[in-house]
């Protein structure tokens, strides 16, 4: 299994400012990835990170708007850059230990985002 | 690309009732590995199960699950339902095309036992 803990675990910030949320695996992962949930609907996969390249994002979601960094195999940290009420939800990062596709994903405790 | 879909929103039933949510799925690829993830409130969502080959029945915490190809499909069920099984309750089919493990989830359901 893998550990993985998330910083803040929740904000509230005003319209047009930028956020940072941190997460760390307790141990290596090759990839990271990041959900975004509104209350109690679907997880939306935002992006996958792997360690020294630019993340991979799903349809809906910008590099711009939602830069991802993740410059080693434990750590990784998504940015909501001017933030909007519509991007008030919960944002989780999650991984899974070894590479297989039928691989266990394991979940942070997510990150509870207010924007005013 | 992938897509999963669970029809139900919401689920409510009584206690001691059995539960079933469905989830079916779509993919080109043949061999397709699908999850169900629990989500309580105020945790993280977490493996409930996941599936084996076709066919074949996978058990966990008194859930069980098939995949059956031939319907595309791979629904979660339990004999009697208890109080503490209230929770959100996602499908997820894990990406065969680029090996990543990126999963697409269900739009989930809400099940809500009561007493």
């Known amino acids: 299994s893998v550990l993985l803990y998330q910083k803040p675990n929740r904000d509230i910030c005003q319209s047009g400012t930028s956020l940072k949320i941190q997460c760390v695996a307790d141990?290596?992962?090759?990839?990271m990835f990041w959900y975004q949930q509104f209350q109690e609907q679907s997880l939306m996969l935002m992006a996958t990170?792997?360690?020294?390249?630019?993340?991979?994002?799903e349809s809906g979601f910008t590099k711009d708007k939602f830069p991802i960094s993740r410059p080693n195999l434990t750590f990784s940290t998504l940015t909501v850059n001017n933030a909007r009420p519509g991007d008030s939800s919960i944002y989780f990062c999650?991984?899974?230990?070894?590479?297989?596709?039928?691989?266990?994903?394991?979940f942070g405790p997510g990150t509870r985002l207010t924007v005013l | 690309g992938d897509s999963v879909t669970q029809t139900e929103g919401l689920v409510t039933l009584t206690e001691g009732l059995p539960v079933m949510l469905n989830c079916t799925y779509q993919?080109?690829?043949?061999?397709?590995?699908l999850f169900w993830y629990v989500h309580y409130l105020n945790e993280s969502p977490r493996l409930l199960l996941k599936?084996?080959?076709?066919?074949k029945r996978t058990e966990h915490q008194g859930f069980h699950a098939t995949l059956h190809k031939s319907s595309s499909s791979f629904h979660l069920q339990k004999s009697s339902a208890q109080l503490s099984d209230s929770a959100l309750y996602y499908c997820?089919?894990?990406?065969?095309?680029?090996?990543?493990?990126?999963?697409?989830f269900g739009d989930g359901t809400v099940l809500t036992v009561k007493p």
């Open positions: 999650s991984s899974r230990p070894g590479t297989g596709v039928y691989a266990e994903q394991f």
């Open positions: 990170a792997n360690e020294g390249s630019e993340a991979t994002y």
């Open positions: 599936s084996s080959t076709d066919n």
């Open positions: 141990s290596q992962v090759v990839s």
């Open positions: 993919t080109i690829y043949s061999n397709p590995f």
């Open positions: 997820a089919l894990s990406d065969r095309g680029t090996n990543t493990g990126k999963l697409t």
